[in-house]
């Protein structure tokens, strides 16, 4: 046994003992929950690489048990603990290996838990945990203190930051989505945007990585018109959620942490950590492998403080030697990485914002990827910048603050943001927007969507579309990471409102219109019905009789196509609406048409090498059309239309989707809405692909709980909290489902399936799971959803069978099957 005991006060009396004990081979460790450890409760965390494993808890430990213990002292490591009981039990491993890639997988099998009835207490601080021999450790700080939910969190001191060890991080905290590419690099882009995320100090709702209820939750959806998204909180070290990393990367977005000092606590640990090279290289290793563990991609180091002799000549090899490694490490990624500056202290470590980049603060900009210039800034101070000879190479790194509350003597804000980007545009800068979450904060959440949307209506004159670069399936169900309900192919999967931005995918164009002849054309999110999560896009508005059809750019993309592709439409329009679709191309002069004319047609656009295509709906006795209903088990439920287009376009690529609607009757107005479903292009090949199997589905983290039964009799009721984990292949999945039922005798069938909710990485926390009292059997059951959204039979679905008893007085009692 390897045993670590953390420094806390026992009772002899009622401790209770559990232990792994395999077959092959035993290396157990032992962690005492340090809040639990007052109620006598030790726990044994433990793997087994044979295939029988067995997990047993024993009521008190006896003398007997001692004198065996005494007998293994030579094979016995304790580990002191004094002092805070959040110390953490720390592993080895090194820090260059990524959490979730080192997971040593168990195989499926049948694990057995026998417990006692005292330990099945309600949390309160801590968290008792039983888990095996995984490279990572969880701690209070990774799980909410009552439901035992993996949350986010920050590094609050130096002390944190210098301790902090890849064996401790949070796994559920690791963005598994690496930055998609766009059509213009960041590097070839001249005028960047970033988003500084403030939202009321940061880690509220989006703090629950795999999600939480919420009503009218906080989302970010107007990724196309962005670069870089930077979460930001006054903590020290702020790691940005993995929910919003994951958002980002989809759309091709950076994601950024920050480093932040403040007043004279900041003032002390800038003293500390500058002090020596040392100290400062050990300070930025730390960053370094934060952000490469954790996915992100940046940092932005905010020092609102003074710096004193030594620290200001540090600060400036303290940044250089940041961004080296930072790059360095994320070359390896092959994506890119950024550290930038934000506008406050000067060369002689004074602390005096400039609003723009001089001689003061060259320095500090010379050392980094970039400025992020303070808000108070006038015209005059973007015409000294932009004529400034040293920084006319590097014009796209000066990142002008721009304040959306508008605090303080600036341009703009509110509203008005426009005006302030209109002038950072007009001396091509970069532009920093602060706090867009101004329209959440400060305005009735009710209309927050519609405020969200006007806003970034009056900014999109002076912001780029950027042009997603996907492979082949591109799909998206417009889903923002929010709902009233859960849906999955037009049926409700789960009733109440959540929030998990893990959800959210690939977003559309948002936009209003006014047509000739009195028309009008919005398209927005709407989550009062969806076809698959928990939003739709709705298309909107008046149709003259004197205009012939009306077009919505949705997406501007750029996919390259398969010889042979397929396009789904799935839609539900309003009365006397006529629907169809838009796709425009580039490589015109090598597309060629298929001998079926009747299928689609082709005309050229006004821009050069580009054709649009006006695909024909396959009829439904199409073979294509029989095999993907097969794959999908989907059906046209509740007004729902789906349609499929067959295109054989040969080194053609997507770059733009258009829906179309028109009239019925040409000769009436018509007040028109459609809900879009989703949309998908993918590979014919694809509809005959085997499906993968999900595989090595393992359990660990158990932590149970009781409460007495409702009714006066009834039995009392037991809640089961556990961590899944299992492997499958990057990029396959959309989601997973992850089920559960009750096992009964092995000649009785299955009790029925129960969804607990979805995944989106091969890593799952149930929580809160009520199950019958002891004894029980029940099986936990991992379903793999393909990004096309096809149907797994349930033989390439992971499983986990459960065991547990109930163990009176002294007596243990434990079975494997």
Request: charged share 20%; glycine share 6%; proline share 4%.
């Amino acid at each position: 046994f390897t045993l670590w005991n953390q420094a806390v006060d026992v009772k002899r009396s009622g401790t209770h003992l559990w232990w792994w004990c395999q077959t092959a081979r035993a290396e157990e460790e032992l962690c005492q929950s340090p809040e639990l450890g007052r109620n006598g409760v030790y726990v044994f965390r433990g793997t087994s690489t044979a295939a029988r494993t067995h997990l047993f808890m024993m009521d008190g430990v006896s003398a007997v048990e001692k004198d065996r213990a005494a007998g293994v002292d030579k094979k016995r490591k304790i580990a002191d603990s004094s002092g805070d009981s959040d110390e953490k039990i720390r592993e080895t491993q090194t820090d260059s290996e990524r959490c979730l890639g080192q997971f040593k997988k168990m195989k499926s099998g049948h694990q057995v838990i026998t417990y006692e009835r005292s330990l099945l207490s309600v949390l309160s601080k801590h968290v008792c945990l039983l888990k095996p021999n995984y490279p990572v450790h969880l701690t209070a700080q990774h799980y909410d203190s009552n439901t035992t939910e993996p949350i986010s969190s920050s590094l609050k001191t130096l002390a944190e930051l210098l301790s902090w060890q890849l064996s401790e991080a949070s796994p559920f905290n690791v963005a598994t989505v690496p930055v998609s590419s766009r059509r213009l690099p960041l590097a070839s882009n001249p005028r960047r945007t970033l988003v500084c995320h403030d939202m009321k100090g940061g880690y509220l709702e989006d703090r629950f990585i795999q999600g939480t209820t919420v009503e009218d939750p906080y989302v970010f959806y107007h990724w196309e018109y962005i670069d870089i998204f930077n979460y930001f909180s006054h903590n020290l070290v702020t790691i940005p959620p993995a929910v919003w990393t994951t958002a980002a990367h989809k759309h091709g977005v950076l994601s950024m942490g920050t480093f932040i000092t403040e007043w004279n606590d900041g003032e002390k640990v800038c003293e500390l950590f500058l002090a020596t090279e040392e100290t400062y290289r050990a300070v930025a290793d730390k960053l370094v492998q934060i952000a490469h563990c954790y996915g992100f991609d940046g940092w932005l180091i905010n020092i609102e403080n003074p710096l004193r002799g030594v620290a200001v000549r540090n600060m400036e090899l303290f940044l250089c030697y940041l961004t080296k490694q930072m790059h360095k490490q994320m070359h390896k990624q092959m994506h890119n990485s950024l550290v930038i500056w934000y506008d406050s202290v000067l060369d002689d470590g004074s602390l005096k914002w400039q609003n723009e980049l001089n001689d003061r603060n060259r320095v500090f900009f010379n050392a980094c990827d970039g400025i992020f210039t303070n808000y108070n800034w006038t015209e005059s101070s973007l015409q000294v910048m932009t004529s400034d000879p040293a920084a006319q190479h590097r014009l796209a790194d000066i990142y002008v603050g721009i304040d959306v509350f508008a605090r303080g003597e600036v341009v703009g804000g509110k509203f008005e943001t426009n005006k302030a980007l209109e002038l950072v545009r007009k001396y091509n800068l970069s532009a920093a927007i602060f706090a867009p979450g101004w329209v959440y904060e400060c305005l009735d959440t009710a209309d927050f969507h519609q405020n969200q949307d006007k806003f970034w209506a009056r900014l999109s004159d002076y912001l780029y579309v950027h042009q997603l670069v996907s492979p082949l399936p591109f799909v998206s169900s417009f889903c923002q990471g929010f709902g009233r309900s859960l849906y999955w192919k037009g049926r409700v999967e789960h009733d109440g409102s959540w929030f998990n931005l893990n959800a959210q995918e690939i977003q559309p164009m948002y936009a209003e219109t006014n047509l000739e002849g009195g028309g009008r054309l919005k398209s927005r999110c709407c989550s009062a019905e969806a076809w698959s999560g928990g939003s739709s896009l709705l298309l909107e508005g008046h149709i003259p009789c004197s205009l012939a059809k009306a077009c919505a750019r949705i997406f501007s993309l750029h996919v390259p196509l398969a010889a042979k592709t397929l396009v789904s439409f799935v839609y539900k329009p309003s009365a006397g609406l006529n629907v169809s679709l838009e796709l425009r191309t580039i490589d015109a002069s090598l597309c060629s048409a298929p001998d079926a004319p009747c299928e689609f047609s082709v005309t050229l656009c006004r821009a050069p090498r580009s054709v649009s295509v006006f695909p024909a709906a396959l009829s439904e006795d199409n073979d294509l059309v029989k095999q993907f209903t097969q794959n999908c088990g989907r059906t046209s439920d509740n007004g729902w239309m789906s349609r499929c287009f067959h295109l054989e376009l040969s080194g053609c690529a997507l770059r733009e989707v258009y829906v179309c609607v028109a009239a019925d009757d040409a000769g009436h107005d018509l007040d028109f809405s459609c809900r879009i479903g989703e949309i998908m292009v993918l590979d014919v090949e694809s509809l005959f692909t085997p499906p993968v199997s999900v595989q090595s589905v393992c359990l660990y983290d158990v932590v149970w709980k009781q409460r007495e039964g409702g009714d006066e009799g009834s039995p009392p009721k037991v809640r089961l909290n556990t961590t899944l984990c299992w492997c499958y292949p990057t990029g396959l999945a959309r989601h997973f489902c992850v089920h559960w039922r009750l096992r009964q005798d092995p000649g009785e069938p299955p009790s029925p399936l129960v969804l607990i909710g979805r995944a989106y990485s091969t890593l799952y926390r149930v929580v809160e799971l009520e199950v019958p009292f002891a004894p029980g059997l029940i099986e936990l059951l991992v379903e793999p959803v393909t990004r096309e959204g096809f149907s797994v039979l349930q033989t390439h679905w992971g499983r986990c069978t459960l065991s547990y008893t109930h163990s009176a007085a002294d007596t243990v009692h434990s079975s494997h099957t």
